[in-house]
């Protein structure tokens, strides 16, 4: 009989993705795998691949719309049949996707949810009769190498293909470019209120009156960050302390070693010391690497340093995140960071990259500007504002001389830590950029 296809549950408390291209046409014969649809939810956009081989009968979406989690996106007929229990598993309507199997949906290029298993196991050994574990990006890729997913020898955890086993498998040269995403004009996508938060604005004057005017609706990613920023400028209590630290010798050490760096495939960067010194300045200050659970009165210290980084892509705003930076050396964040970067700006980040984030920082010195008091990423509790640094005159043992000097603004939750907590938490960050040997060392 007719099997419907639904949209799974996403994790992460998403319930709903906005359909951006439909992939397929009604009487399509695809194979498993092959791509369907291409979604965009609060954290990513994401493409959708086909859970199983079959004849596509009928397509219950179309691009613009929201749909829900558990709502049909596919019927495929009885030539989907064949696709055994993990395609009956994947249509089930009522089934959450299991840690292991998610990332048919959500995983870009990060690792899988709750995977602890070492890698190294031949991936045809983890996935039985059923799909290979690998996500939808690096199954795209094993199809644009002629590479078969059952004969990668796979490392990833839990036994999971990675972009890297393809390419090794393909003979270890660069990554193709993938197709174009493409995307519906913003004048042919339904606009969409924005969630109330706090008190109702007073209506618009009617604008036209003085002149002509284009409606523009907001797209799924924009009016979620808008609704983001109001909620957390409407809840928490921001305050903002500001700093600069004399970045002269980090600067040194960055232009000394940026071509032994490219030697290894890394690009030296301020961002990858930023990251390291916030990491272990949080690891001395907690009350900052938290979130405050307000109805029962308690504080969620996360003993996890996972930090965020604001990525400006021309969608809008991004955080992608970086894991345990505090037990990483500078040299593999800034390698981490430049393909997470990357991905966020050709749209390929996954639900993994961009959640489960502790702690902020935002980079706006290639952009210009003397600071910025940033909006705290609710349901964090703070965020680090880094502008641009600039050659001044100051006083070392009597003498005016240049130094690089870096603006620096905390912006916490006044809830949760007094003025002097961020000023110390704040000349830790400082101290620690003035050092740049110990944040080497990770120490």
């Given at each position: 009989?007719?099997?419907?296809?639904?949209?799974?549950?996403?994790?992460?408390?998403?319930?709903?993705?906005?359909?951006?291209?439909?992939?397929?046409?009604?009487?399509?014969?695809?194979?498993?795998?092959?791509?369907?649809?291409?979604?965009?939810?609060?954290?990513?956009?994401?493409?959708?691949?086909?859970?199983?081989?079959?004849?596509?009968?009928?397509?219950?979406?179309?691009?613009?719309?929201?749909?829900?989690?558990?709502?049909?996106?596919?019927?495929?007929?009885?030539?989907?049949?064949?696709?055994?229990?993990?395609?009956?598993?994947?249509?089930?309507?009522?089934?959450?996707?299991?840690?292991?199997?998610?990332?048919?949906?959500?995983?870009?290029?990060?690792?899988?949810?709750?995977?602890?298993?070492?890698?190294?196991?031949?991936?045809?050994?983890?996935?039985?009769?059923?799909?290979?574990?690998?996500?939808?990006?690096?199954?795209?890729?094993?199809?644009?190498?002629?590479?078969?997913?059952?004969?990668?020898?796979?490392?990833?955890?839990?036994?999971?293909?990675?972009?890297?086993?393809?390419?090794?498998?393909?003979?270890?040269?660069?990554?193709?470019?993938?197709?174009?995403?493409?995307?519906?004009?913003?004048?042919?996508?339904?606009?969409?209120?924005?969630?109330?938060?706090?008190?109702?604005?007073?209506?618009?004057?009617?604008?036209?009156?003085?002149?002509?005017?284009?409606?523009?609706?907001l797209s799924h990613l924009r009016r979620t960050i808008a609704e983001r920023m109001a909620l957390s400028a409407t809840i928490?209590?921001?305050?903002?302390?500001?700093?600069?630290?004399?970045?002269?010798?980090?600067?040194?050490?960055?232009?000394?070693?940026?071509?032994?760096?490219?030697?290894?495939?890394?690009?030296?960067?301020?961002?990858?010391?930023?990251?390291?010194?916030?990491?272990?300045?949080?690891?001395?200050?907690?009350?900052?690497?938290?979130?405050?659970?307000?109805?029962?009165?308690?504080?969620?210290?996360?003993?996890?340093?996972?930090?965020?980084?604001?990525?400006?892509?021309?969608?809008?705003?991004?955080?992608?995140?970086?894991?345990?930076?505090?037990?990483?050396?500078?040299?593999?964040?800034?390698?981490?960071?430049?393909?997470?970067?990357?991905?966020?700006?050709?749209?390929?980040?996954?639900?993994?990259?961009?959640?489960?984030?502790?702690?902020?920082?935002?980079?706006?010195?290639?952009?210009?500007?003397?600071?910025?008091?940033?909006?705290?990423?609710?349901?964090?509790?703070?965020?680090?504002?880094?502008?641009?640094?600039?050659?001044?005159?100051?006083?070392?043992?009597?003498?005016?001389?240049?130094?690089?000097?870096?603006?620096?603004?905390?912006?916490?939750?006044?809830?949760?830590?007094?003025?002097?907590?961020?000023?110390?938490?704040?000349?830790?960050?400082?101290?620690?950029?003035?050092?740049?040997?110990?944040?080497?060392?990770?120490?």
């Amino acid at each position: 009989m007719p099997r419907p296809f639904v949209l799974p549950d996403l994790g992460e408390g998403l319930t709903e993705a906005e359909i951006v291209k439909v992939l397929v046409r009604e009487g399509d014969v695809i194979r498993e795998d092959e791509p369907l649809l291409e979604v965009e939810t609060d954290k990513a956009h994401v493409e959708i691949p086909s859970p199983m081989s079959g004849r596509v009968a009928k397509i219950h979406v179309e691009a613009g719309q929201t749909v829900k989690v558990g709502a049909v996106l596919v019927t495929f007929d009885d030539a989907a049949a064949g696709g055994g229990k993990q395609a009956a598993e994947t249509m089930d309507p009522a089934r959450k996707l299991a840690p292991q199997s998610r990332t048919t949906i959500e995983r870009g290029h990060a690792r899988q949810v709750d995977s602890r298993a070492p890698g190294g196991s031949a991936a045809a050994r983890s996935g039985g009769d059923g799909p290979v574990p690998a996500t939808p990006a690096t199954r795209r890729l094993a199809r644009e190498r002629g590479v078969d997913l059952r004969t990668v020898t796979a490392s990833g955890p839990g036994g999971r293909v990675t972009d890297e086993d393809v390419r090794a498998a393909a003979g270890g040269h660069g990554a193709t470019s993938g197709r174009a995403q493409a995307r519906e004009p913003a004048s042919s996508r339904p606009a969409k209120p924005l969630a109330s938060v706090g008190l109702e604005p007073p209506p618009l004057p009617n604008f036209e009156q003085w002149g002509p005017i284009e409606r523009q609706p907001l797209s799924h990613l924009r009016r979620t960050i808008a609704e983001r920023m109001a909620l957390s400028a409407t809840i928490v209590p921001h305050v903002t302390h500001f700093d600069r630290a004399d970045i002269t010798d980090l600067d040194a050490l960055i232009t000394r070693n940026l071509a032994r760096a490219k030697e290894q495939g890394v690009t030296l960067t301020l961002t990858s010391f930023l990251l390291k010194a916030a990491a272990l300045a949080l690891r001395a200050h907690p009350q900052f690497n938290a979130s405050l659970d307000a109805p029962a009165g308690e504080l969620v210290v996360k003993r996890y340093v996972h930090l965020g980084v604001a990525v400006a892509t021309e969608r809008g705003l991004i955080v992608p995140v970086i894991r345990d930076v505090d037990r990483k050396p500078v040299i593999e964040l800034a390698r981490e960071l430049a393909a997470l970067a990357q991905r966020t700006r050709e749209g390929k980040a996954s639900l993994d990259d961009l959640k489960g984030g502790t702690f902020t920082v935002t980079n706006i010195g290639a952009l210009g500007g003397t600071g910025a008091m940033p909006i705290i990423n609710y349901p964090e509790v703070a965020i680090l504002g880094v502008a641009r640094g600039r050659l001044e005159p100051a006083v070392r043992e009597g003498q005016i001389v240049p130094r690089l000097l870096l603006p620096i603004s905390l912006t916490f939750d006044h809830r949760v830590a007094d003025g002097a907590d961020g000023a110390r938490f704040a000349s830790d960050i400082v101290r620690r950029l003035e050092h740049p040997d110990e944040l080497l060392l990770g120490l």
